[in-house]
């Protein structure tokens, strides 16, 4: 068991060098600064420790952050080598600071919290060694995301993040991070209704809805057939006993029974290493799955902003309505009774506090209606960023797949032929 | 007539206006003769017409077997049959159906050198008997299995006629194939004689079926004093080998069941991706060809599945029931020496017997008056000595007799198992081959499959330079 965990660790490693290798090399290629062209993070370890006392044990993961300067004039703002330890509740609250003080940007997720689509060979269990160690990956390729963010990579929180350890969660807490982004986060999930929808944002909402959807369907399917091939692959290894003990009690046929069984046995165990390299990119998959919910999320703040303008606008209008009444010395309870009593005095007095009130709602309005087109501005270069990013991803992705099944029938193919050559030998 | 075939309305029409055919040719066996006859060298098409329509599932749809390789036959071989052409005959008393025989052979003890006749399943196992009768210690190859009403519910069902009738086929080549069985009389009789001959031959009641079997049944021959040590190991080995290959069957079947739960998940799995594509407008394609090889693979694997009763299941039901023709023939040999070491017994009793009267005898020549005091006479020594020996020598003969027989059984055995340990080999080659054959073909589908995607892959993708250039320009912010 020990010797598989660490076959498939290597493996997984194997794969992260590929990517990493990928990510750093685009970074390179980029026009704009960002974090990575002159550092290198990396989640490379994970440890089990525990909270409380020997008999209310509370164990977590926390895991090791390691961020290397690889720009020597880069040294004043990162040290050579830092690293901290922190555990997944701690990139939550990270995140979700991003998301509050970035609302525009389609935010790179985190990896998931619990398994989803598990099977025979995926444990749920989330102190499985495996699990842990996916894990570990994906909290790397968060960091990395934001670190090759224009925006995201320079936020001094997600520096002080990568670089102190305590000094981060001190500062956290002072700011009260944790109750904003609550109570902000809390206020999206509230729907609201909309006078007037972007008809961009309205499709883009629709749009993540039906990626989710398609993601999670076919992560479900495949995790399916992921089961019954392995069932099938592993049956074969039975074959090996039969032909083994068939092969003592034959003269001539016995070499290729033998060597049949071998073969076969070579088959069943085969399956093993194509649906490890599989789940590495389900977990890609994964990512994007969680990544519609950052676009959805992106559309509902918004739909929050758009919210703001539109009530303050009413505001203003109602108040517009209340002046004028005011003018003809209509407003009150009284003169809807008696009509018109108000005095010039307090006619004048009312209407001028009314229109004071209405400048303010104005003000309130222009900067509701700024906030609003500078978000929708920000959002949509963020999104077209965020959409190239996916279709090569994406693109990526697919294409390790279809080399990756092909891989597994060439293997397939050739273990089947040497069993047939081997049956045509006997005389 | 017509009220018992009324039951298949759809051929109603068809059957009545046979139907004075039908009785024509029952009743009148002489002018089926005369047309039997005529039509020995014609070719078998003009058959059809004097037999009744097939019934709802029509035979006539079934292509007849033309090209012999289908059967594995040799063309060029003196003695080549061929069992086609299925067809169901109504009776009074019965619905059957025969099989056309056709023979083509080049020997001298043959008259033609065509033969086509019709057969029925009951007629094969007729033949069986004969030849089982005729050479007890060679390995009659099995027959199919009779009509179980476990299996096939319908015994008319197209599927079951053809299973059926490539038994048959195998069953004929491998008397063909066999020295000593392709000889046999009743056998050139079973391809050669016309209908009203071989119906007198099959009523029939040989002296052989008369004579009582040649094993009396009340000698016990659950153990042998000698074993033998060549048949036991051959006995051993057929065992173990049966169950070598009932294990490789079970593990198949199982395996083949979990093969078709996995094609219904790639069911779901392949138009998934199919639907995703509608939304991704720059990943259509990738995502489309995605999905068809998957389809591709799914079809692939539906076919193993389909494949499988005709290449695993049946050849393996097949070759067990022939190795349980050769353990019964092991069987039998053990019979004939448990009969002769039982008489070799008896013999030697009486010997000993005998040599005890005779030293009584010679040790009390004066004592051999019965006693007068007892109520019956006893024999006296010689009248038992006597007895021996006209008993003796019958003895003698009988165990001489079971000593030839047991010899002749071991030889015929012995040369007959040799030949047959041959042909085993190839029949588990070929079945074995054929195994890995539809696997090689199914993995064959499956990588063309993905290698046509990824070549599309490879041909739409942007050459390396403008990847680069694309990462550099692609983000806007």
Redo the contacts between chains.
Sequence with gaps: MWNALNVRRIRRAMAENGNRKKIYG?SK????DILLQHAEIAVSESEKRANGSLNLREFYTVYLIETKATDPEFQNKISKLDTVWRRYTEFEQLRDYLEVTYPYVVLPPLPEKRVMFGWQKLSTDTFDPDFIDRRRAGLENFLLRVAA???LSWDKNFMEFLQHEDGWRESYKANGYLQIAESKLKALNVSVRLKNTDSKFDSLKV?SG??HT??Y??LK??S??A???Y??YK??A??GR??S??SA?EK??GDALQK?GHYLDSLASSIDASLEDEELLVDQFKEYLFFANSLSSVCKHREMLQYEVETSEESVASKNVERVKAQQGKLGMMSRLFGAVDTDEVRELKVNMLDQQIQEGETVVNSANVKLSTFTDNAI??I??FQ??K??D??DT??S???L??KT??R??QT??Q??DC??N?? | MAGKISNNSAVLDVVTENADLTSILKENNTKETMDHSSLSSIPSTVDNSLVQSPSIESFSTMQDIENLSELNMDENSDLCIKIDNPQKHWDTLETYITFRITTKVARIEFKENEYIVRRRYNDFLWLRHKLLDAHPFCIIPPLPAKHSLIGQLDRYSKDFILVRMKALNVFISRIVQHPILSCNENFKLFITAKHPDFNLLRRQRTSNENRPHQNPPNVPHSVLKNKHLEFDRIKT?LT??TE??N??EK?SS??NK??V??AS??Q??YP??I??SA??P??AK??QS?AS?IEK?MVAQNGVVANYQATVATPIKDFTAYVEVVQEALQKRESYQAVYEHSLDELNKKRTEKEKLVAVASANPTNNVGSGFSLWKQPSCDEKLEKLGNCIPQLVKKVELNQDNLECANEQLRSDVERWQDEK?QM??KI??EF??K??EY??K??SA??S??DR?VSTAPPPLQR?QK???????
């Design positions: 685009e290629e980029r026009k704009e963010h224009t925006v749009y039906t990626f398609n993601i369907n076919l399917a495949r399916r057939v089961e019954k091939q069932n099938v049956l074969h039975n074959y039969v032909f003990e068939w009690i001539d046929m049949t270069k963020d077209d960023r190239s990013q279709v090569s994406l693109k697919l294409a797949f279809v080399l099944q092909l029938a060439k397939g193919l089947w032929v069993i047939r049956l045509q006997i005389p | 080995y173990l080998l070598k290959i294990s490789v593990i199982r395996i979990e093969r739960e996995l998940e790639l779901y799995f998934i991706f639907t995703w939304t991704e720059e990943l990738l995502l995605t090889a693979t080999q588990l080659k074995l081959l890995a054959n696997q090689v993995y064959e499956s990588v993905w290698e995607v990824k892959m680069q990462a550099a320009s692609g983000s806007t912010n």
